[in-house]
């Protein structure tokens, strides 16, 4: 398993897509996908960026009945995509239909993480508007306990959280953690944000990094910079 920056690709159009991606002459960044992105443009954009060379995380969150997920998600599973992800709170049933719907005939299958807290959510927003009355971390290691019973292969979580999953869950237990911002970036609405350097001493295997990539002056630079704080020595 290699640790990599995925580029969170949140924006509205293919063509302000490809516009990003023709900044990258040499490299073929590891990209997200996410919602924005996927409901303007549909599944063609995940072929097309595959067909470039690119690993994708197709970041949709599906979160309903097991049985809608098993279908959903055999759908996306002919995208070949190397990443996608359910929502951990959607219990153990349904990240089991999920596994089983993603995995395709021959037994090949991309990575399934689950979601166990965004990183938006802090811990008196999840008590207060989500009633749960855990506490935050209590809350994202039961979730990710749930996900590797269900067969999953990680969480994404916070980076803070990173190496106590991996004490609760094992070593090759994947984490993908988003909330990562330069030491002298914005950190929008994130709220839980560590460096790339911090995220990998906190133990992220992935880091998703968005807007310090996608809307700096230089995104090869930016990107570059993030893969050399993130990997230390391997950069």
Same mark, same amino acid.
């Given at each position: 398993m290699s640790k990599d920056v995925i580029i969170a690709c949140d924006?509205? +159009?293919?063509? #302000?897509? =490809?516009?990003?991606?023709?900044?990258? @002459?040499?490299?073929?960044?590891?990209? @997200?996908? /996410? =919602?924005?992105?996927? *409901?303007a443009e549909g599944p063609a954009i995940v072929k097309e960026i595959k067909a470039r060379g690119h690993k994708i995380f197709l970041d $949709?969150? $599906?979160? #309903?009945?097991?049985?809608t997920v098993k279908k959903a998600i055999s759908v996306l599973s002919d995208l070949d995509v190397d990443l996608c992800n359910v929502h951990a709170s959607g219990t153990i049933a349904m990240m089991e239909a999920a596994l089983e719907g993603f995995t395709k005939k021959d037994g090949s299958r991309g990575l399934l993480i689950a979601v166990t807290q965004l990183t938006s959510t802090s811990e008196e927003r999840m008590q207060n508007d989500l009633l749960i009355d855990r506490s935050l971390e209590e809350t994202v290691m039961h979730y990710a306990k749930n996900t590797k019973t269900a067969g999953l292969d990680g969480v994404v979580c +916070? !980076?803070?959280? %990173?190496?106590? &999953?991996? %004490? &609760?869950?094992? #070593?090759?237990? $994947?984490?993908?953690? !988003? /909330? &990562?911002?330069?030491? #002298?970036?914005d950190a929008g609405d994130q709220v839980r944000i560590a460096t790339p350097q911090k995220a990998r001493e906190l133990g992220s295997d992935y880091i998703v990094v968005g807007r310090?990539?996608?809307?700096?002056?230089?995104? &090869? +630079? %930016? *990107?570059?910079?993030?893969?050399?704080?993130?990997?230390?020595?391997?950069a």
């Amino acid at each position: 398993m290699s640790k990599d920056v995925i580029i969170a690709c949140d924006f509205n +159009s293919k063509a #302000d897509l =490809m516009a990003f991606l023709e900044n990258f @002459k040499e490299e073929r960044p590891f990209l @997200k996908i /996410g =919602m924005e992105l996927f *409901y303007a443009e549909g599944p063609a954009i995940v072929k097309e960026i595959k067909a470039r060379g690119h690993k994708i995380f197709l970041d $949709l969150k $599906l979160h #309903d009945i097991p049985n809608t997920v098993k279908k959903a998600i055999s759908v996306l599973s002919d995208l070949d995509v190397d990443l996608c992800n359910v929502h951990a709170s959607g219990t153990i049933a349904m990240m089991e239909a999920a596994l089983e719907g993603f995995t395709k005939k021959d037994g090949s299958r991309g990575l399934l993480i689950a979601v166990t807290q965004l990183t938006s959510t802090s811990e008196e927003r999840m008590q207060n508007d989500l009633l749960i009355d855990r506490s935050l971390e209590e809350t994202v290691m039961h979730y990710a306990k749930n996900t590797k019973t269900a067969g999953l292969d990680g969480v994404v979580c +916070s !980076p803070w959280e %990173a190496n106590r &999953v991996k %004490a &609760v869950c094992g #070593d090759e237990f $994947l984490t993908i953690t !988003p /909330g &990562v911002r330069f030491a #002298d970036g914005d950190a929008g609405d994130q709220v839980r944000i560590a460096t790339p350097q911090k995220a990998r001493e906190l133990g992220s295997d992935y880091i998703v990094v968005g807007r310090p990539i996608t809307q700096a002056a230089d995104p &090869v +630079s %930016a *990107y570059r910079r993030c893969l050399k704080e993130f990997l230390g020595g391997e950069a």
